[in-house]
């Protein structure tokens, strides 16, 4: 049982703590977070969901997850990418890079972005087998394409067009900054 903290519609600890599925059914307010890994070439890494995943199954997306009860959102986003790939990210490279609060018909959360920049290859990742199925190195170009085309095989295919254009901006200008252009 995944039990997370619920906060108000400012983002604020309410004192409540919720199992993660019964505060999504009640539609309480939440935290969630979720990062880029950019490599040495400006390439993006994204996961494969596993088809035994309850949300978004066989989907590509962004490493991430919930806010657990008690933890940061920097520990929270340390943790997952330390269970879902293996990787650990030094606490000097947590940059805040985006903040969004997401009201849906389902859910109601507010998402904190990261962008991390890695030197790895995709065979240094390890992967935990319950989550991920499979990592891959994406372009920007390629990202944008497959929400272009409504990629259903993509999570962010559903994304808000002003969101994911804001992320995307984002990882334009970190790549620049990668590349030296």
Request: net charge negative; charged share 40%; glycine share 4%.
């Amino acid at each position: 049982m995944e039990l997370i903290d619920i906060v108000d519609e400012n983002d604020k600890l309410t004192g409540k703590v919720e199992e993660r599925w019964s505060a999504v059914e009640k539609k309480l307010w939440c935290r969630i977070v979720f990062c880029w890994l950019m490599n040495e070439k400006g390439e993006i890494l994204l996961q494969k969901r596993t088809p035994t995943k309850k949300k978004n199954p066989n989907k590509w997306g962004k490493t991430g997850g919930q806010v657990s009860a008690g933890e940061t959102v920097e520990e929270a986003i340390c943790r997952e990418v330390k269970e879902e790939i293996g990787i650990e990210i030094p606490n000097e490279e947590i940059e805040h890079a985006e903040f969004i609060k997401h009201k849906l018909e389902k859910n109601k959360c507010f998402m904190y972005s990261y962008v991390f920049t890695v030197d790895k290859k995709i065979e240094d990742y390890t992967l935990q087998k319950e989550e991920v199925a499979q990592v891959k190195y994406f372009t920007i170009e390629e990202i944008e394409q497959a929400k272009k085309d409504n990629d259903t095989n993509f999570i962010f295919s559903k994304t808000d067009e002003n969101i994911f254009n804001k992320e995307i901006s984002m990882l334009k200008h970190k790549r620049s900054e990668i590349l030296g252009k």
